[in-house]
Structures are given as C-alpha cells and as structure tokens.
C-alpha cells in the first residue's frame, strides 16, 4: 500500500520567513496530493491541493510543487504569520488518503 | 451552518461499554469517512461509504460498525471499548464525480477510556 513520509516533524520559523514541509509517497499511481492544516481541537482544514497532471500550485502565500518522477510534493509558505502556526498534513490519494505524519509549525512574532 | 458536524465532541467512558458517535454532512456529498488519529497525531482512514454502501474497511476490528442511514449521516457504533480506542475520530465528506475530490472534516470527537 502507499507511504508517505513527512518532513521535518517540528518547524519553527520568525513571522515573515517562509517555511517548507516536504513529502515522498511510494506508489506511482497516487494521482490527487491535498496538503491541511489543523488547529488545535479542530478538524484538518483543506489549504491547497495539487493533481498528478501539474506541477506546481499557488494561492497568495501557500503554493505546492510535484515532482512525480521523484515520487515528492512540497508546501512552500511565505511571508509566514503567527496564525500560521498549526500542524500541517501532507497526503496522497490512490483509492484512498495516506496521511504523512505531521508537521507542528510554531511561527514566532 | 457547520458544513460536517459530529456529536458528541468530548466522549469519556469506561472500558468495556458500548458508545457510539454521529457525523452529519449538510455539503450534499456522496461520500464519507471516519478517520482515527492517534496520541501521536497520525491520521490513518478506517471506513468509507458511498451512497449508503460500504467501500473502504481498513482492517478495523469488527467491533467497530459503521451505519450510514443515508447519504448525510454516517455514525459509528463501537462495542466493548478498549484502551486501544482512545483516539480522536474525524469524520468526513466528498463528492462523487470527477475523480479525487476534496475531503472535508468534521472537528472530531475525542474518545477517553478510563
């Protein structure tokens, strides 16, 4: 089945720099990358997703790049803002959604 | 106007009882989930139906059974809880049709074993 595997675990930025969360998955015929957020006590929030047929992504601040060759997506922030902080989730879906493990971003004023 | 909603959110129970927790979508999804998220935040998938039928069941002890009632509501009953059960569960919701359409998630039930 499909793996996915999230780095770095914890990330800790000043406001205003930008952050990266990257992902490799294993099985080839994943065609569909979501990227969430969760907050504390809340769900994972959908904040931008990316299809097999494209290879980069952006809204306003968040963008996401695919490199299907080398089986790995990015998360690129910028200009980052303390309410930016929140475990962030890479994912990959082929019938179903492989989770990463998690990214706990802290964003410093 | 909560687009997936659950109840209860807190659920704190003895081992060996008999709990069970619902999700209801208003977004006219055909599709919903019930994920498990563990103390160390991996979300992992345990069910997925579609249209009321049963399409994914990742290897989940079969005390654990979802019912889905209709297209909008999708509970999840689980029998003689363990330890092992304390979690926080998600439920969530897709649409059907073109392929790989976002999953929306509810804000999860958070369930204790004492």
């Known amino acids: 089945g499909e793996n996915v595997e999230q780095h770095p675990s914890t990330l800790s930025v000043q406001e205003g720099d930008s952050a990266v969360i990257k992902c490799t998955y294993s099985d080839s015929a994943s065609n569909y990358f979501p990227w969430y957020k969760q907050e504390l006590g809340k769900g994972p929030q959908l904040i931008i997703d990316?299809?097999?047929?494209?290879g980069e992504k952006k809204d306003q601040r968040i963008a996401v790049t695919l490199n299907k060759t080398a089986k790995h997506f990015s998360l690129h922030i910028t200009e980052t803002q303390p309410e930016d902080s929140a475990v962030y989730f890479c994912a990959a879906f082929y019938g179903k959604l492989t989770f990463g493990q998690g990214t706990i971003l802290t964003v410093h004023p | 106007d909560t687009a997936v909603s659950q109840t209860p959110k807190y659920l704190v129970t003895q081992m060996g009882n008999d709990k069970s927790i619902k999700c209801e979508q208003n977004l006219g999804h055909d599709t919903m989930y019930w994920y498990k998220q563990d103390s160390k935040k991996f979300l992992k998938i345990m069910f997925s139906?579609?249209?009321?039928?049963?399409?994914i069941n990742e290897t989940v002890p079969n005390r654990f059974s979802p019912k889905s009632p209709d297209k909008a509501h999708l509970n999840l009953h689980i029998n003689s809880l363990e330890l092992g059960d304390s979690a926080v569960y998600f439920c969530a919701s897709s649409s059907e049709g073109h392929p790989n359409q976002p999953q929306h998630f509810g804000d999860g039930t958070r369930l204790s074993i004492l």
């Open positions: 139906y579609n249209n009321k039928e049963l399409i």
């Open positions: 990316i299809r097999s047929n494209v």
